[in-house]
């Protein structure tokens, strides 16, 4: 069994970021994202710290706007739009979700496109649908493809079924494994036969949000399984996928943690710095 760690991608990325950003500062440009943080959720301050941590390796920008829990929409809106209109900016990250009293409806039309690093915004997401390539994925999604790519895992022709319907996950993933050729079922909670389905497939991806769903019956000896699942279950954190006893069962899997999460904050780094390049070439 191959363990398809995150941190050996993480570190490729890394080194291909290094060299751009000392190019950038030749044009006095240093990529920064403004991360929008309400109040203080324990998942979204380990998400903060992670975030800023990656991006100060590479000497980039992640500044924090901490707004109250009782924060009003208008607020939001004004805080979004500032940060659209501020050349510094080159990224924009909204932890979500929002209190229940915040509509994200406004926001998916107020950010700007070039700024939505995340695929929060109605523009970015139409493109992802469409096929197109000159937009910003989600980064959960993307990480999935990054690992795909490091390890050399072609999806080409390959039966992929993705367990998870989330737009935030499944559905664009879905669509950026389409793109690369590969044969992709999408299947759920409700799903009938479910471990039949899974079982059948090449590559499996577990994005339920469902503790140690996919057990010993889903999976096969030559199959390739990504878990993107962040669970705790009995204090300790944990996949989509039964690890410990699906493990030895596949060809490779990824660990939780340290497998596709570790990837993600790069994918914003990653995507930060392309909107920093791309007004690069905007201003010159």
Same mark, same amino acid.
């Given at each position: 069994? @191959?363990?398809?760690?995150?941190?050996?991608?993480?570190?490729?990325?890394?080194?291909?970021?290094?060299?751009?950003?000392? =190019? $950038?500062? =030749?044009?006095?440009?240093?990529?920064?994202?403004?991360?929008?943080?309400?109040?203080?959720?324990?998942?979204?301050? /380990?998400?903060?710290?992670?975030?800023?941590?990656?991006?100060? /390796?590479? =000497?980039?920008? /992640?500044?924090?706007?901490? $707004?109250?829990?009782? *924060?009003?929409?208008?607020? $939001?809106?004004?805080?979004?739009?500032?940060?659209?209109?501020?050349?510094?900016?080159?990224?924009?990250?909204?932890?979500?979700?929002?209190?229940?009293? @915040?509509?994200?409806?406004?926001? !998916?039309?107020?950010?700007?496109?070039? !700024?939505?690093?995340?695929?929060?915004?109605?523009?970015?997401?139409? =493109?992802?649908?469409?096929?197109?390539?000159? *937009?910003?994925?989600?980064?959960?999604?993307? /990480?999935?493809?990054?690992?795909?790519?490091?390890?050399?895992?072609?999806?080409?022709?390959?039966?992929?079924?993705?367990?998870?319907?989330?737009?935030?996950?499944?559905?664009?993933?879905?669509?950026? $494994?389409?793109?690369?050729?590969?044969?992709?079922?999408? *299947?759920?909670?409700?799903?009938?036969?479910?471990?039949?389905?899974?079982?059948?497939?090449?590559?499996?991806?577990? *994005?339920?949000?469902?503790?140690?769903?996919?057990?010993?019956?889903?999976?096969?000896?030559?199959?390739?399984?990504?878990?993107?699942?962040?669970?705790?279950?009995?204090? !300790?954190?944990?996949?989509?996928?039964?690890?410990?006893?699906?493990?030895?069962?596949?060809?490779?899997?990824?660990?939780?943690?340290?497998?596709?999460?570790?990837?993600?904050?790069?994918? @914003?780094?990653?995507?930060t710095i392309q909107s920093a390049?791309?007004?690069? !070439?905007?201003?010159?």
């Amino acid at each position: 069994m @191959l363990e398809l760690r995150g941190l050996p991608v993480v570190n490729e990325l890394t080194e291909r970021f290094s060299s751009v950003i000392q =190019q $950038l500062k =030749q044009k006095d440009i240093v990529p920064k994202l403004s991360i929008v943080r309400i109040g203080e959720r324990e998942d979204d301050l /380990a998400y903060e710290r992670g975030i800023i941590k990656r991006f100060s /390796a590479v =000497q980039a920008i /992640a500044e924090v706007i901490a $707004l109250p829990l009782d *924060c009003p929409q208008e607020k $939001l809106e004004e805080t979004i739009i500032a940060l659209n209109e501020d050349n510094n900016v080159h990224g924009i990250l909204l932890f979500r979700p929002l209190p229940k009293h @915040l509509s994200e409806d406004n926001i !998916k039309s107020i950010i700007k496109k070039e !700024k939505d690093v995340d695929c929060m915004g109605l523009n970015n997401m139409v =493109q992802v649908f469409s096929g197109e390539k000159n *937009c910003y994925p989600p980064c959960t999604p993307q /990480a999935v493809i990054e690992i795909l790519d490091f390890y050399k895992i072609d999806v080409t022709g390959k039966r992929v079924t993705i367990v998870g319907r989330s737009l935030v996950v499944g559905k664009p993933l879905s669509m950026l $494994l389409l793109g690369k050729n590969a044969t992709v079922t999408i *299947c759920h909670t409700k799903t009938e036969n479910l471990a039949d389905e899974c079982k059948k497939a090449d590559i499996l991806i577990a *994005c339920a949000g469902v503790a140690k769903m996919v057990k010993e019956s889903f999976v096969n000896q030559d199959q390739i399984v990504i878990d993107v699942g962040i669970n705790v279950d009995n204090g !300790k954190l944990c996949g989509d996928v039964d690890y410990e006893h699906v493990a030895n069962l596949v060809s490779a899997i990824t660990p939780v943690p340290g497998g596709v999460g570790t990837v993600t904050t790069s994918v @914003l780094l990653k995507h930060t710095i392309q909107s920093a390049v791309d007004k690069v !070439k905007d201003l010159f």
